[in-house]
Each structure stands twice: as structure tokens, then as C-alpha cells.
């Protein structure tokens, strides 16, 4: 039975019902794009010849656009975006709104507020192989119909787990279109990490715990999570001391194989970055989901890399206990699955990381 046959809250309609729209390649210059890069072959989040060396699985998932995002201002009383990708891959245990949606926050005051998303409006890969139109209106219209409003600032978010080859945003012909506000930090924060670091399983884009502390800031980063993919291969650590940021994240945990593997990689992480970035911010969190013994073993190593830092000397490096991210009531409610976070666990882990970072931009 299709829901949206008898609850019409639930219909997606691809079709644009306007048709006085003007279209704007989001690549072009009037678009600030922030967390990737973009060349003829679409959207990626670090170089592709490195990502490739790094393994199969970082470069394949080097293509899944999470944490990109344009801004722009408009006054348009509508905007409809036309997407084009090279295949749709629905997940099992994530909206496709989270995984290949996008969705619309609105700035003003420094305060970012949702506005709408943008979601696949049929869940078939074949209908959707190529790609997907989407429609949302801005504004209430008045007695004239939908007039332009106030010139806005805009963000748009990208899917966490899907590939973007193009992606035209559409306006009202004629409205205003132009380069958005910047973001507070000259300098993106870094973060880099496994598939809770990319963003599953949150329900839109704007969900993960990165996008609940940019906007809390107000501050740009680049999200660098792969899932099942974040082992700190030496080339990968080339790669993040190589980066200009104004604080690095590593919430690297979830994918090293064994505790053996992290124990060798998780301080060199810390100390090749440091090596070439003396006075950088950096910040350590284990996973937040622990269930065993080994996980607790694995929160061991991990501190005690802090503790090494500390101990020479280190006060630009921080830990957070990723065992008290989803504490409090309904704890075991922070989870799709036992492992990814939903909503409520990403929100639960921006409030636990939240203020560190804020406290290290106000230094």
C-alpha cells in the first residue's frame, strides 16, 4: 500500500508547478562552495589521485558528498534544484533523505534555520538512476501570489552518502542572486573519522553531528569521514598534515580492524599532524557507541594518546570521552542500529563537542 494514498502529507511531487524559472549551475562562481571541490567529473571531498592511493573504499566514497555545501543569497519565493548523478543507491537503515538528500537552512542574525529538503521523490534506483528534480516554495504567498521577499542568506547542504555530478539550483526568473555570507573561521575545522564521522544515519544532511555545530558557530569545516574507511593510512596522514585548518578532529576509532591497529596508528596520527602544525587545536574522541570489553579497550588507547601529548608538554590538545556523548535519558535511543547514530545521537554528540570547540575559537 502507498502511504501517500491516504495521507497526502507524504507525496513527494518531482514536478516544478511553476515555470518562470531561471537555473544556475551551483559550480559557478556566483555559489561559494565549502567541504569539497568540484571538476568536470562532479563533486568530491579531497584530491582524487590521493584518495585513490589511499584505498578502493576512500575512493569510492570520496565521491559521497557529505559535509559539501553552497551559499548564496537570493529573494526568490522558490527554489527547485535539479540534481544529476551516475547511480542512486538506496541504504537499508538511512532515509534516502539523509543519504541522497539535500536540505535548506536559512541565515540571518548569525542564527541558520531550516527550511526545507529536497528528498527523491521515488525510492526506485532504476527511476532515479540518473538523478532527481525537487521543488519548495520559500514563502506564504499574498493577495498577488508569491512575490519576492527579503534578500536571504542561504545554505545548502549535500547528500552524506551519494554521489553529485551536477546540481543546478533554480529561481524565480529575475529575482536576486548573489554571493552568500561568509563563514566566522577563516580556516574550516577538520574532521576525520569513520561512517559516524560521514553522517550515518542521520535523516537529512543538516543532522549530522558536524552541521548541528556548524550552525551552532556559525563556522565552515570539511567533513572527512569514510565509512568503514578510516584506518590512517600513511597516505591519508600525509594528506590531513598537509591541510590549512583551524582545528583537527580526529575521530578516528571505528574502523581500525583490531586494537593493534589502532594502537599503532592513533598517536602517529596525532604526531605526524603535530610535527608539521605546532600550535594546531586537536581534538581527540573516541566512539560513542561501546558495547564490549575490546570497546573499552579501544577507549584506553586512545586516551592514552592524550595523555602522551600531555605529558609532553602538549596544551593544544583535548579530549572527549565518546562513552558520555549519548548519556542521559534514552541513551539506547541514540541508534538506528546499536552503532549509528540517529537525530537524537548526533544531536546528543554536537552538545558534548560543541563547546570545546567553541572554546578553542575564542582563544
Not at 549530522?208 to 563556522?219: K, P, V
Amino acid at each position: 500500500m502507498d502511504i501517500s494514498k491516504i495521507d497526502k502529507n507524504f507525496i513527494l511531487d518531482a514536478n516544478i508547478p511553476v515555470d518562470d524559472l531561471a537555473w544556475y549551475n551551483a559550480a559557478e562562481k556566483t555559489f561559494d562552495l565549502y567541504g569539497g571541490f568540484h571538476d568536470e567529473n562532479g563533486y568530491y571531498r579531497m584530491p582524487r589521485d590521493i584518495a585513490a592511493e589511499v584505498s578502493e573504499g576512500v575512493s569510492v566514497l570520496n565521491n559521497h558528498t557529505a559535509g559539501i555545501r553552497v551559499r548564496f543569497k537570493t529573494n526568490s519565493p522558490y527554489i527547485a534544484i535539479c540534481v544529476k548523478w551516475d547511480c542512486y543507491s538506496p541504504m537499508n537503515h538511512m532515509a534516502a533523505s539523509g543519504s541522497s538528500g539535500f536540505d535548506l537552512y536559512k541565515v540571518k542574525n548569525g542564527l541558520h534555520r531550516f527550511v526545507a529538503s529536497f528528498m527523491v521523490a521515488n525510492c526506485n534506483p532504476q527511476k532515479n538512476a540518473d538523478g532527481f528534480t525537487a521543488f519548495k516554495y520559500l514563502n506564504t504567498p499574498d493577495k498577488n501570489g508569491y512575490s519576492e521577499g527579503e534578500l536571504a542568506d542561504y545554505i545548502l547542504n549535500f547528500p552524506l552518502y551519494n554521489g553529485v555530478r551536477e546540481l543546478y539550483i533554480g529561481i524565480k526568473n529575475d529575482s536576486a542572486l548573489e554571493v552568500g555570507n561568509k563563514y566566522k573561521n577563516n580556516l574550516p575545522v577538520v574532521f576525520y573519522g569513520s561512517s559516524i564521522t560521514q553522517g550515518g544515519c542521520a535523516s537529512r544532511p543538516g543532522n549530522c553531528y558536524q552541521n548541528f555545530i556548524s550552525r551552532a558557530l556559525d563556522i565552515d569545516y570539511i567533513n572527512l569521514g569514510f565509512s568503514g574507511n578510516g584506518k590512517a593510512e600513511d597516505t591519508m596522514v600525509e594528506y590531513l598534515k598537509s591541510l590549512k585548518m583551524s582545528i583537527f578532529v580526529s575521530d578516528y576509532d571505528h574502523n581500525a580492524p583490531n586494537a593493534e591497529h589502532l594502537q599503532n596508528t592513533h598517536y602517529k596520527l596525532y604526531e605526524k599532524i603535530r610535527a608539521v602544525n605546532p600550535n594546531l587545536p586537536y581534538v581527540i574522541i573516541s566512539k560513542p557507541d561501546y558495547h564490549h570489553k575490546c570497546d573499552w579497550e579501544r577507549r584506553a588507547i586512545i586516551f592514552e594518546t592524550f595523555k602522551k601529548a600531555m605529558a609532553l608538554g602538549d596544551e593544544n590538545v583535548y579530549f572527549i570521552d565518546g562513552a558520555s556523548l549519548f548519556g542521559g535519558d534514552e541513551s539506547d535511543a541514540c541508534t538506528v542500529d546499536g552503532t549509528h547514530p540517529n537525530d537524537l545521537g548526533f544531536y546528543r554528540m554536537a552538545e558534548g563537542i560543541t563547546p570545546i570547540i567553541k572554546h578553542i575559537l575564542s582563544r
